[in-house]
């Protein structure tokens, strides 16, 4: 709420149904989605998908209204059967306290930069994949 104009309304929504985005004509959504701490074998996730109804969630609100998604994460995910739905992408990774870091760059006080310090994957299937393996 601190980054946008006081006439912004801001409504916050855990878990909304696509019934609850339809009704409520919204312009657009931020849609914020990741997993929870972990550590070690906590955070195991065999087919690293969205967890904790994150999946439902891209799927309520982006196939009812244009959408950023954020994702939180401390690892790639599979995000690709959401991209056709969304406007905008952000990994976010794990920005702990300082979730402002992520607000400035998508509300355009500062710009995105960086690169990847690994491929993001299509699929777990391509696992492992490195720079130079025949299906990079």
């Known amino acids: 709420q601190s980054a946008v104009s006081p006439s912004t309304e801001v409504v916050y929504q855990e878990n909304p149904d696509a019934n609850y985005v339809k009704g409520q004509g919204f312009s657009y959504a931020i849609v914020v989605v990741g997993e929870a701490p972990y ?6 996730n065999l087919n690293l998908t969205i ?4 999946d439902d969630t891209i799927n309520n609100v982006c196939g009812s209204v244009k959408c950023l998604v954020i ?4 690892r790639p995910l599979v995000i690709t059967p959401y991209l056709p739905l969304v406007e905008a992408f ?4 794990l ?7 992520v607000t400035d760059v998508i509300f355009g006080d500062y710009g995105f930069q960086g690169k990847l310090s690994r491929t993001w994957f299509k699929s777990v299937d ?10 990079y």
């Not at 967890?51 to 994150?54: A, S, Y």
């Not at 994702?71 to 401390?74: A, E, F």
Request: net charge negative; proline share 9%.
């Open 71 to 74: 994702l939180v994460s401390g």
């Open 51 to 54: 967890p904790l109804g994150g």
């Open 39 to 44: 550590a070690e074998t906590a955070g195991d």
């Open 90 to 93: 952000v990994a976010a990774w």
């Open 126 to 135: 391509q696992l492992p994949m490195n720079v130079g393996d025949k299906h």
């Open 95 to 101: 920005p702990g306290s300082e979730g402002q870091g």
